[in-house]
DNA sequence: GTGCCTCGAGTTCA
DNA sequence: CTCGAGGCAC
């Protein structure tokens, strides 16, 4: 390493540019991977390095300077930690058949024939909220909320005033992450009711709200003073096995001192889950807690592994729900709501009511059709019959969270209702509303232009799959647009710049002081390095969605190639052959199309917004602020990694779906065709054109055993 | 062309 | 959470 004094200027710079992206990976692997990558005494080195080239070129400082982070707190409330597993939602079963349909499903995913001996556990689904403990041989070290399933609160002193939470656990192995539901049940949450009342404190308006306002709390002495419970029903990472099978998990968890919950039961099929489901609704009155349903998991492990997750729900669970509550209520008014994309969706605005112990006052109406009661959607409404202001409706909450129109009765409706008018102009801004053949939505073509997308489009932009800057949340959003303090993204990482010196204004807004001020010049400054995916998702750019963001970002080395691709793909004519083969003969199209999970709807979206004038510049001028970092190598280790892989004929050991996420997940890009980039063809019985164009191109061809064995122990 | 399977974009309330 | 539709296998 050269002397910093010997250094020039030019070096200097690029020297930070990459401390800034070594410390900020070595951070997160840290601070939220609980993994360090490098030795402490590398990151200080690391560290000290680019403290003393800032000091010998103070003008290179750099304002995303790592010097700057060092002991960064979030601004408020509770730290964050990053699962070591996520924490994902459930699929969920409405019906009878959705259960037979699950079974039927798993069996098809897995090559099971019908006969073939396959069991589930069922339990209750508790009402509550999900936490994740992490033991260390044997001691609680810490306690996490679900969060967004990624990333959740740290909540440790709270969950140590639990009861049900043992604080060290003996003869466990060294790392045991437990997952269960904290919950009140119903007899302490009518007491605390009664307390809170009695000391003029607010109501709580279920025993859920009751948990997770208890849970919540920053004081762990109001917590200590709430009656809350904990089952424990699921793991994350372990150093060590809890079993073969879910059942016998469950068991072994028990043997470490948790509650597990009673009325968990192995079921052969689903006729048995079914029956045991009916089982539990019957006892549900009695059981002295919430619960909205039951889950079912696949018994074996072993198959647990095998099904795996798709991109927010495990393949070998489901949550098969009680009947939703439903209420009537007046329909008072229809309002236009208009999205990102410009989709005008209607919302019911209602004559409040109380639905499964939430007021609610607003509901989605979905779409243009099924306000009218036509085809598919409206058939749902009884006799087809349209929604009109006015009107007497029944209200449910689908999952329980989002309110949905059900039901119109006719025989109260006014005389004087109107059939609803589906506005064919945006009353945001003026420009036609459009409805594409055969699509559903009705949009508005008024782009950036209309204010309503313009600001959803930012709201986006900081949302939390995107950059997810701390302290600025939707509502700031809306405040700082309105001040005129931002119009697009670039603006943002130039807030400071431009109130930073003075803070007067942001100090004379309600709420604002010069502390939280820097707080949030601080949050924006440590998102000016993001990862690729995130900058991606975050251009919202219809159809580029998180998991198209991801797709993206593991097939292009950085965004200045991406980009360049679109650029000539837009001077490619755009094949209107649905073949991908088709689409050989335009090489910057054929780039994004060879990417499994890539079609033409999104090529077409990406490519059009890129070549667009306004928008691009709007791209360009973000892009000058950040650091972007490329996609981290998974697995590198791993014979595949960084490779392109294509699946072609019969795989008769595991399906498709499971190959191509198993390659994935080993740092292989999977591709559905063959091209001279593709490394490695895995032809099973029945391979036809695409084995015979890997051999005419010399691509190294094996068998489904040889990829088994290729990735076997990894 | 048809029928899965997933994803994207919309939605509420605390 | 739900719906519509994109993307892919058959």
Request: proline share 4%.
């Amino acid at each position: 390493m050269k002397d910093v004094q010997t250094l020039t200027q030019e070096e200097a710079a690029a020297e930070l540019a990459q401390l800034a992206i070594d410390l900020s990976a070595a951070n997160r692997a840290y601070h939220q991977n609980d993994a360090p990558e490098i030795s402490d005494a590398d990151y200080d080195a690391l560290k000290r390095r680019n403290a003393e080239i800032e000091a010998q070129f103070p003008e290179l400082k750099r304002t995303d300077s790592p010097t700057d982070k060092v002991g960064a707190e979030p601004a408020s409330g509770f730290q964050k930690i990053t699962h070591s597993v996520p924490m994902l939602s459930l699929g969920n079963a409405f019906d009878d058949g959705d259960v037979t349909e699950f079974d039927r499903s798993i069996r098809k995913y897995l090559g099971f024939g019908d006969e073939d001996p396959l069991a589930y556990t069922a339990e209750p689904k508790i009402d509550g909220l999900s936490l994740s403990l992490r033991y260390e041989n044997g001691q609680l070290i810490h306690a996490a909320t679900r969060g967004d399933g990624t990333t959740g609160e740290n909540v440790t002193s709270n969950a140590r005033t639990i009861a049900d939470i043992p604080a060290h656990i003996p003869n466990a192995p060294d790392l045991l992450e437990i997952r269960g539901e904290v919950y009140m049940s119903h007899a302490d949450f009518e007491a605390l009711n009664t307390r809170q009342s009695e000391t003029g404190d607010k109501t709580f308006a279920n025993p859920r709200n009751a948990a997770a306002g208890s849970l919540r709390q920053l004081d762990a002495r109001i917590t200590e003073s709430r009656p809350l419970c904990f089952f424990a029903y699921a793991w994350g990472s372990l150093s060590a096995p809890l079993g073969e099978t879910q059942s016998g998990a469950i068991q072994q968890l028990k043997n470490f001192g948790f509650q597990i919950n009673e009325l968990t039961k192995t079921c052969n099929g689903p006729v048995e889950m079914i029956e045991h489901y009916r089982d539990i609704e019957t006892k549900r009155a009695t059981l002295g807690y919430d619960i909205d349903g039951v889950v079912y998991k696949v018994d074996d492990l072993a198959l647990q592994a095998r099904l795996g997750f798709r991109s927010t729900t495990p393949r070998w669970a489901i949550a098969h729900k009680f009947p939703a509550e439903l209420a009537w209520t007046r329909l008072e008014t229809i309002d236009i709501q208009v999205g990102r994309t410009g989709a005008l969706s209607p919302v019911a605005r209602l004559q409040p009511v109380t639905v499964g112990g939430v007021i609610v006052s607003n509901a989605t109406l979905h779409n243009e059709d099924y306000i009218a009661g036509l085809g598919g959607d409206g058939s749902k409404i009884r006799g087809g019959k349209d929604i009109r202001e006015g009107d007497w409706v029944q209200v449910y909450r689908a999952g329980d969270v989002i309110p949905k129109v059900a039901d119109v009765d006719l025989t109260k409706r006014p005389k004087t209702a109107m059939p609803y008018v589906f506005p064919t102009v945006c009353h945001e801004c003026g420009s036609d509303a459009i409805r594409d053949d055969g699509d559903a939505i009705r949009r508005c073509t008024g782009g950036l232009i209309c204010p309503a997308q313009a600001i959803e489009k930012l709201k986006h932009f900081v949302s939390r799959a995107a950059f997810d800057i701390e302290g600025l949340g939707a509502k700031q959003v809306e405040q700082f647009l309105e001040d005129g303090w931002i119009k697009e993204p670039a603006d943002i990482f130039e807030l400071r710049a431009r109130f930073g010196a003075g803070l007067q204004q942001l100090k004379n807004r309600e709420g604002w002081g010069e502390k939280s001020a820097e707080n949030l010049f601080d949050a924006i400054d440590e998102r000016r390095t993001i990862e690729f995916h995130r900058f991606l998702f975050g251009l919202g750019i219809r159809h580029l969605g998180e998991a198209a963001a991801k797709d993206l970002a593991r097939n292009f080395a950085d965004w200045e190639t991406l980009a360049d691709t679109a650029d000539r793909a837009a001077l490619e004519p755009a094949t209107t052959d649905a073949s991908k083969d088709a689409a050989a003969q335009s090489p910057a199209w054929a780039t994004f199309l060879e990417i499994d999970g890539i079609g033409r709807a999104l090529t077409q979206s990406l490519v059009a917004a890129l070549a667009q004038d306004h928008e691009r510049a709007v791209i360009d001028r973000l892009v000058a602020h950040l650091t972007i970092l490329p996609p981290e190598d998974q697995a590198s280790d791993s014979p595949v990694a960084g490779k392109t892989v294509v699946f072609t004929g019969t795989l008769e050991k595991m399906t498709r779906a499971e190959a191509k996420a198993r390659a994935e997940a080993l740092g292989a890009k999977v591709s559905g065709s063959v091209s001279a980039k593709t490394d490695l063809l895995v032809a099973g019985p029945g391979a036809g054109s695409k084995a015979k164009k890997a051999t005419d191109l010399g691509i190294e061809t094996i068998d489904e055993d040889g990829w088994i064995a290729l990735i076997d122990g990894l």
